[in-house]
């Protein structure tokens, strides 16, 4: 278990409304990203923080931002949610305490947006 | 552009089976690939391959990566119904600005009947 809590697990929402979802994690790690999972397309990444503040943007970034205020806490914002942001929402990190570069998972969030 | 392909997306054999997932790339600045299982829920962690030729092992599943030939397999003896998930391949970037991303492949669906 790499201490990593996702909220909230389901939502659904209308198009054009906001979204937050929320990352947590207790190990203090440095790195965090988040994914998007869909049929056929694997896992892809939205946005990824590696420090307090600092952020960039993954390969399917479009109608997403992210924060990271704090080391435990990132999260991810659909400013006006869309259908084709209906998936399901992975949130990682980076194991960088003991330097072996794994990446843990979290429970995901399943979006639906109508 | 970066890519990783698996091969084949989908497979259905019987307990006892041996089986072969593929996985090709094609990415600058390879640091390491990654194997996880996803059974309906988070994608958990398999293996971490950064050596050409070196088998990691783990019960009844195995992994080896060439970094000359761009691939990676991962090979699952006396296959049982709970090896059953979609098994998923991923390259992590090296670098500085690259903060240990991934990219994944589209996954390999393996049922295993009884």
């Known amino acids: ?114 | 552009e970066d890519k990783v392909v698996q091969s084949p997306l989908s497979l259905v054999v019987h307990e006892g089976d041996t089986v072969t997932l593929n996985c090709s790339y094609e990415v600058t600045n390879f640091r390491s690939l990654l194997w996880y299982k996803q059974e309906k829920k988070a994608p958990t962690f398999l293996f971490m391959l950064t050596s050409s030729g070196i088998e990691k092992k783990s019960g009844r599943l195995s992994s080896i990566l060439d970094k000359k030939e761009l691939f990676s397999i991962l090979n699952i003896t006396a296959t049982q119904t709970g090896d059953s998930a979609i098994y998923l391949c991923a390259v992590q970037f090296a670098g500085g600005t690259s903060y240990g991303k991934l990219t994944f492949g589209q996954g390999t669906i393996l049922t295993v009947h009884p």
């Open chain 1, 1 to 114: 278990d790499a201490g990593i809590t996702q909220s909230p697990r389901h939502k659904v929402t209308e198009t054009g409304t906001p979204v937050t979802l929320r990352c947590h994690q207790t190990e203090n790690h440095r790195y965090m990203y988040w994914y998007r999972q869909d049929p056929g397309h694997g896992l892809r990444l939205i946005h990824y923080s590696y420090g307090v503040k600092d952020t960039d943007k993954g390969e399917v970034s479009d109608g997403y931002s992210v924060s990271r205020s704090k080391t435990e806490d990132f999260l991810l914002t659909l400013e006006s949610a869309t259908s084709s942001q209906t998936s399901v929402y992975f949130c990682a990190i980076r194991e960088s305490v003991l330097g072996t570069n794994e990446q843990y998972f979290g429970p995901g969030t399943r979006l639906t947006v109508t």
